[in-house]
C-alpha cells in the first residue's frame, strides 16, 4: 500500500512481489483472507456441556484451591456414563476458568542484590541419599550458607537437628573460610529450634541470635514462617548441591566412608568444585565484605553439671560416662553439634562425642568401657543387670560372646570372663585384635580361652630391654657426708 501511492497497481504489485491481479484485489479490499473468515466452532458435541457451568464452576468458587483430578473424579461418581478420556479436556477447561474468573495468585518479586549485602543460611535432609558411616547409616542434615550476589557457597554436615548450636558453628565456619562477613544475615526465623520450646527459651535463642549477628556486624532478618520462596537465593541452590553430591556419590561408586571426617572431606570438596566457577565474582564481592572481628564467637551452649555415683552425668537425655575420678565433681560442658567438652574449672580435660536421644521417651547412651572397668573388676555381677549394658561393649563380637557366654555357664562365671576379656582389651590395649578372635570363637562355635589370650597379648620377653643396675659402695656415702661437715 506504501508504493501504491506514488505507483499505479501494476508497478506497486510487481515491486511488491505479488501478482497485478493481487494488486488490484487488495487495492479494492485490503482486509486479509484470514481475517474474512468467522472463527472455527466446535466440530463435536461439547461433553462437558451439560455439566461445566451447572456443577464444576461451582464447585471451583465454593473451593479455589481444588485440584481439577479431584473434581473429574467426582463428575464420574455422579455421571458414571462420563467417558474417562475427557479428563484432559476438563483439565483444560478448568485452567482456562482459572486463568479468567480464578483469585489472584501470589506474585514473586524480582530483586536487584549488591555485592556484599546479603548472605543467606539454611538446612537441608540429606537422608535420601544413603550415606552410611562405617556401614552405619548416617542420619543428617547440611548447614548451607549463600551469598546472594556472587553464589559463594559453604556447607556443613549436621548430625543433630536444626539448632542455635548448628547455625552458628556453620555460620561462622562460612564467614571465616570467606575473610569477610555480608551486612545482612537472613535465616528461616529457626522455626525448627524453637520446636518445643518456652517462651523464656525462645526469646533467650532469638537474643543469642541477633548478638551473633551483632558480633560480625551484620543486620539479622528472618523471612516469614512457610514463606520458602523469601529465603529462595539458598533454597533454589539446595537442590543444586544435593544434586552434585548425588552424582558425586554415584561416581565414587560407594555412599559408604570410613568416618565422618571424610564424610566432610568430602562434602568440602564438592562445595570448592562449585566455588572456583565463581571464582571472579567471589574474589568482587570478597572486597566489599565487612571485616571481620578479632576473635570468633561462642558457637556453643554451656551447662554446669554433677557427676553421679554412677560415673556419669546426663545432658539432653543423654547419659554420659567419664573416669570416676570425677565423681562428686561439677563440670562445665560446651555442648557442640557433634561433640561435648569438658571442662573441670577453667582446666580442659576432654572432648566426648555427642549421643543422641533413642526416641522422645527413651535416654541415649554415650558410654566408654575404660572409665568403668576397674570397678567392674571388683564388681563383676554388676554387669549383668546394667542399664547400659549393651552401650558398654565397644565393638559387636564382646556383645555376641557375652550373650554365648551367658548361655554356656552360670550368670556369676559369664560375667566374670566378660570383665576379664573387657580388662583385657584394655590393659594391653588390644581391643580390635580381641574382636576378631571372638568372632572366630563366634563363627567356629567355641568359647573363649583366657589363659591363652593373656599369653598372646602378653609383652615378648625379647622385646624387652634388658636393664642393669650396678650399686655404689656404702663408703661413697660416708664420703659425701665427710665432705658436707667440712
Not at 479428563?87 to 530483586?111: C, K, L, N, S, Y
Not at 554415584?250 to 570448592?272: N, P
Not at 556419669?312 to 560416662?321: D, G, P
Request: hydrophobic share 40%; glycine share 6%.
Amino acid at each position: 500500500m506504501k508504493l501504491r501511492q506514488t505507483n499505479p497497481v501494476p508497478v506497486a504489485a510487481a515491486k511488491a512481489g505479488f501478482s497485478t491481479a493481487t494488486g488490484y484485489r487488495i487495492a479494492s479490499d485490503p482486509v486479509l483472507p484470514s481475517h474474512r473468515k468467522a472463527p472455527r466452532g466446535r466440530r463435536r458435541p461439547d461433553p462437558l456441556e451439560s455439566i461445566f457451568e451447572s456443577e464444576i464452576v461451582p464447585m471451583l468458587k465454593a473451593a479455589p484451591g481444588l485440584r481439577a483430578v479431584a473434581i473429574f473424579e467426582e463428575m464420574r461418581r455422579r455421571h458414571p456414563d462420563l467417558d474417562f478420556g475427557v479428563r484432559r479436556t476438563m483439565e483444560r477447561r478448568i485452567r482456562a476458568w482459572r486463568a479468567v474468573h480464578g483469585p489472584e495468585q501470589e506474585v514473586i518479586f524480582r530483586q536487584t542484590h549488591e555485592p556484599g549485602r546479603m548472605g543467606l543460611s539454611d538446612f537441608t535432609d540429606m537422608r535420601s541419599l544413603k550415606v552410611t558411616i562405617a556401614g552405619a547409616p548416617l542420619d543428617h542434615l547440611l548447614y548451607h550458607f549463600r551469598l546472594v550476589w556472587s553464589g559463594f557457597e559453604h556447607a556443613h554436615v549436621i548430625l543433630g537437628g536444626e539448632s542455635y548450636v548448628a547455625l552458628a558453628e556453620g555460620l561462622q565456619n562460612a564467614l571465616w573460610m570467606l575473610g569477610g562477613a555480608p551486612g545482612e544475615h537472613r535465616s528461616d526465623s529457626l522455626s525448627a529450634a524453637f520446636r518445643n520450646l518456652d517462651a523464656d527459651a525462645r526469646a533467650d535463642l532469638t537474643t543469642r541470635y541477633d548478638a551473633l549477628c551483632e558480633h560480625y556486624g551484620m543486620t539479622p532478618t528472618r523471612n516469614n514462617r512457610g514463606i520458602a520462596h523469601e529465603n529462595g537465593s539458598v533454597e533454589s541452590s539446595h537442590g543444586h548441591l544435593k544434586a552434585a553430591v548425588e552424582d558425586a556419590l554415584a561416581m565414587r561408586g560407594s555412599t559408604d566412608f570410613e568416618d565422618i571426617a571424610a564424610y566432610r572431606r568430602f562434602i568440602d570438596e564438592i562445595v570448592a568444585r562449585k566455588n572456583r566457577r565463581s571464582a571472579a565474582r567471589i574474589d568482587t564481592e570478597r572486597a566489599t565484605l565487612k571485616p571481620l572481628p578479632d576473635r570468633r564467637t561462642s558457637d556453643y551452649e554451656e551447662h554446669i553439671l554433677p557427676v553421679t555415683s554412677s560415673s556419669t552425668f546426663v545432658l539432653r537425655k543423654v547419659f554420659y560416662t567419664v573416669p570416676s575420678r570425677l565423681i562428686g565433681h561439677r563440670l562445665r560442658v560446651r555442648l557442640y553439634d557433634d561433640r561435648l567438652d569438658l571442662f573441670l574449672g577453667g582446666s580442659y580435660l576432654m572432648t566426648r562425642p555427642r549421643g543422641r536421644p533413642k526416641s522422645a521417651t527413651e535416654h541415649g547412651y554415650v558410654v566408654d568401657y575404660r572409665h568403668v572397668i576397674h570397678s567392674l573388676r571388683r564388681k563383676p555381677m554388676a554387669l549383668l543387670q546394667l542399664t547400659y549394658r549393651d552401650q558398654l561393649f565397644p565393638r559387636e563380637a564382646y556383645r555376641l560372646m557375652f550373650e554365648r557366654l551367658l548361655e554356656a555357664m552360670s550368670e556369676r562365671d559369664a560375667c566374670r570372663k566378660m570383665v576379664e576379656l573387657l580388662s583385657m582389651a584394655h590393659e594391653r590395649a588390644c581391643e580390635a585384635e580381641l574382636a576378631d578372635l571372638l568372632a572366630q570363637d563366634l563363627d567356629e562355635g567355641r568359647l573363649p580361652d583366657i589363659a591363652a589370650l593373656r599369653t598372646r597379648f602378653s609383652p615378648d620377653p625379647a622385646a624387652l630391654p634388658e636393664v642393669v643396675v650396678e650399686l655404689g659402695p656404702l663408703t661413697d656415702y660416708d664420703a659425701l657426708l665427710l665432705g658436707e661437715a667440712a
